[in-house]
């Protein structure tokens, strides 16, 4: 996988505002934040989305995610928070190393803006739809 700016920021060639760190994860500031104690988590492990990340990996940034959603309550008395893993460029990925980003949602409005345009899901085709995702895993 190419070099990311996530990757210079693991190896410390750039700095970041770092909040956690260990062997496997990197917690830090996002440094145009959408709110306040905006956050960024990655594993150190550089690929480029989610699916394509190993067990282990996953299984670090599982255990550490909720302990940033802690922090970033804690610090910020956010009233909500989101956490938000975007994959691919047409799902608005800019940098292609794999990282969720925690971001607070402030009682004054300011956090992530969310455009939800639901469907309605059709029983058969659900049926089938959930039957080839599985067989895909
Ligand atoms: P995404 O659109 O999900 O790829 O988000 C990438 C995020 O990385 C954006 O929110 C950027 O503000 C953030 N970002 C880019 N460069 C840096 C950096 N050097 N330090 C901290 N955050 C960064």
């Not at 282990?56 to 255990?63: L, Y």
């Not at 550490?64 to 799902?91: D, F, I, K, M």
Request: charged share 20%.
């Amino acid at each position: 996988m190419a070099d990311t700016i996530f990757g210079k920021i693991i190896r410390g060639e750039i700095p970041c505002h770092r909040v956690y760190e260990d062997a496997q994860v990197l917690a830090f500031l996002d440094i145009f934040p959408l709110a306040p104690g905006h956050t960024l988590v990655i594993p150190k492990e550089a690929k480029a989305t989610l699916g394509e990340l190993s067990d282990e990996s996953a299984a670090a940034i599982g255990r550490v995610l909720p302990r940033v959603c802690r922090g970033v309550e804690r610090a910020t008395g956010c009233v909500g928070y989101n956490v938000l893993q975007n994959n691919g460029s047409a799902a608005h990925q800019v940098v292609m190393h794999v990282h969720f980003h925690v971001i607070p949602k402030l009682a004054d409005g300011r956090g992530l803006g969310i455009g939800w345009e639901a469907g309605k899901l059709d029983g058969a085709a659900g049926a089938e739809l959930a039957k080839r995702i599985a067989e895909g895993m």
